[in-house]
């Protein structure tokens, strides 16, 4: 007998009472390879997810995508679209 799939919560899901975003920073676009933007559901001006030159995650990323950029995105939702989903999320 399966169990019923509607009842497990995905492994990747968080608790949206507790997920607290981490204040968005100015980036050192230095260290970054792709220089894009884009406007969040807010209005707000977020940097689209980007690889690093060092490999390594730069301030203020909120995740780790499947294709190795780091997003920067405020929020849950959507995060990674377009880059592989979220392998992990930071901070």
């Not at 204040?23 to 997810?49: A, F, R």
Request: a negative charge; aromatic letters at 8%; one cysteine or more.
């Amino acid at each position: 007998m399966l169990p019923a799939l509607g009842l497990i919560p995905p492994a990747y899901a968080l608790d949206p009472t507790t997920y607290q975003p981490g204040q968005y920073q100015q980036l050192d676009e230095s260290q970054l390879l792709e220089h894009k933007h884009y406007t969040n559901k807010e209005g707000k001006s977020v940097h689209s997810p980007a690889h690093t030159r060092n490999g390594e995650a730069p301030p203020g990323a909120s995740a780790k995508c499947g294709d190795g950029s780091y997003s920067f995105s405020l929020h849950h939702r959507g995060t990674c679209s377009h880059h592989g989903g979220v392998v992990s999320w930071l901070g």
